[in-house]
């Protein structure tokens, strides 16, 4: 049996077979904004949340524009969480000021901005083992394989579903659940 399904198990105390996920809860996972205050996912409850690893330095930062734009529209059923990784090409060096600096002054970014993550490897944050482990957030296996990957979360704490960098945060692959 696979170590991490052992733990799980015990963890959640799971008395279902091994191959059933316990699905432990979105809500629970302690997450901190840019400015080291804990936010409380649990506040948002009852919307959708869309979280999405991002970059200052990657071709794909001008989707900054786009998850505004899908925020301003969509903010009274939806919140966008941006999350600052320096995970692939060190595409995001700059200190907690210079992210905020940087959103604010060339994207107008009004959302949430957190803490710098690790979203892959042996530090991997645990927002990130939730949302790309199958065995916790009861959905789907997935990896993280650049800077602006998206998830999104039903407003009950389900992952809906997750989405690759190419994808634009305002297609209808994600505005299709918000509508």
Known sequence: MNPFKIFANTLFQNNNSPETPPKSPFYDVEINSL????????????????????????GFTPQYK????????????LVVIGAPCNQFGNQEPGSAG??????????????????KLDVKGSNQHPLYKWLTNKYLNGKKDSSVKWNFHKFLINPEGN??????SMTNPMSSKITKHLK
């Open 66 to 77: 786009d998850l505004e734009k899908l925020y301003q529209t969509y903010q009274d059923k």
């Open 159 to 164: 992952l809906v579903d997750s989405y690759g």
């Open 35 to 58: 400015q080291g205050q804990a936010i409380q996912l649990s506040e948002f409850k009852g919307k959708f949340i869309l979280i999405v690893n991002v970059a200052s330095k990657c």
């Open 98 to 115: 210079d992210i905020q600096e940087f959103c604010e002054r060339n994207y107008g970014v009004s959302f949430i901005i957190t803490e």
